[in-house]
């Protein structure tokens, strides 16, 4: 058994504890470059001693500290992120300017890092909210956000789907029938990518929903579906090789 006084044993924990220290200070007095720059550290140390100050941070006048502090969360992966996220969220959508959506896509982004399959109740309004606003037609810059918001909230429900999440994966399949053809083709690319780590788990019925869609109307939604089977298959899927065998072709 190693010797855990030996000063080579303790380098770690000390090192740890350097950089832990850093990181505190500087999410305290550093300037925004700085902050940034931290985040990589901040996701491998993992310290239960930035979770206040990142909280604190959420609230900031700086719109910029509050994105850093989202992302910041994001990295740490913790669940007791989720409620102060979601509150911060619905403090963003009031923000008007520059930098307000890309606090909200970080904090987007965060939800989906973090990985909590409930987060589905959150982002299901916030995904209909958008697609009110998306439909905006007058309000070009409206409509326009709309669009990038849907995006980066079907992307987080795939992040979530794809660590195994029962009710974000439901709610990809559902979205891949939506009524906007692009939410389609996102729901049905974001539905390969969380098999990609598991390709032979896919459900049958959710493997023939893809297939299916590659004869749908709208070439957005069939050129999704085909991308989605292709993708499978290149990953190791063996029922996805299958719809591109010749053998298949035949029967």
Known sequence: MAD???????????????????CLATIESGDIEDLFEIIPRIGVLRDSRFNKPLIDLLSHHDIKRR??????MGAMGSRD?????????????????????????????????VGDDAAVEFFLPALKACCAAKSDRERKSVSRNAARMTKWIIESLGTIAQQGGPRSLAALLELANHGDPEIQAQAISELSIAYWHRPNDIEDSTLERIYA????????VAESALAALQDLADVGCQRAEAYFSPEEDEV
């Open 4 to 22: 855990a006084n030996k000063p080579g044993s303790r380098k770690p924990n000390r090192f740890s504890e350097d950089m832990i220290r850093d």
């Open 213 to 220: 869609l590659t004869s749908h109307r709208e070439p957005i």
């Open 81 to 113: 992120f989720v409620e102060p996220l979601e509150k911060a969220f619905t403090e963003a959508k009031q923000l008007k300017g520059f930098g307000a959506q890309e606090l909200q896509i970080a904090i987007i982004e965060a939800i989906g890092s």
């Open 67 to 72: 994105e850093f502090a989202a992302y910041s």
